[in-house]
């Protein structure tokens, strides 16, 4: 059973550029989380998708940023217009179940805004 | 709201020693709570985990973390540590909702020196 798997694992943008980062959950995995790590810092909290669904996304910058999880195919986050201050490192995490179910991660794709 | 404050950002330690990695949180509802580790270049694994029960919880890998209510903190503790332990090491908690997003605290990077 392959893992949570991110691409690219690194994405150069010039400012100005869109960002599209994918993330495959686990099989039987309904559930994806995206997270933002910025240099020195923790893991923050972004979207939480079901399929077809967004069901929490406070943590989600009011502008620029959106994401997606279709019915078929892979989760999208997808950034419109890059700024450096979104370089960054972006985590994807899939659960079976909603809750206290755990989480697994990918490896991230980090990105790099020139 | 919840928070999570990692007391250490770096703790070097000899190999075959014990180590301490403290957390402490802040939650005005109960709470689940995390650690995870994090290898470079890679994504987040879960160590352990507590929900309810048993306040001194055991994980992978020889680690364990005791759940200390009234002082609202859950360190991560080792006996004698490897080599192979160095890496980012993050807390988490999650409130008791149906999303199960997890809030991170800073992370303490463990250096096992030989």
Known sequence: NAGVM???RHLVRRRGQEARL????????SHVYWYRQLPEEGLKFMVYLQ???????SGMPKERFSAEFPKEGPSILRIQQVVRGDSAAYFCASSELAGVNEQFFGPGTRLTVL | AQSVTQLDSQVPVFE???VELRCNY????SVYLFWYVQYPNQGLQLLLKYLSGSTLVKG???FEAEFNKSQTSFHLRKPSVHISDTAEYFCAVSDRSNTG???FGQGTT????P
Do not use: F, T, W, Y
């Open chain 1, 6 to 8: 991110q691409n690219p």
């Open chain 1, 22 to 29: 994918r993330c495959s959950p686990m099989k039987g995995h």
């Open chain 1, 51 to 57: 399929k077809e669904n967004i069901i929490d996304e």
């Open chain 2, 16 to 18: 075959e020693a014990p």
């Open chain 2, 26 to 29: 802040s939650s005005s509802v």
């Open chain 2, 60 to 62: 992978i890998n020889g």
């Open chain 2, 101 to 103: 997003k997890l809030i």
């Open chain 2, 110 to 113: 463990l250096q096992v020196k």
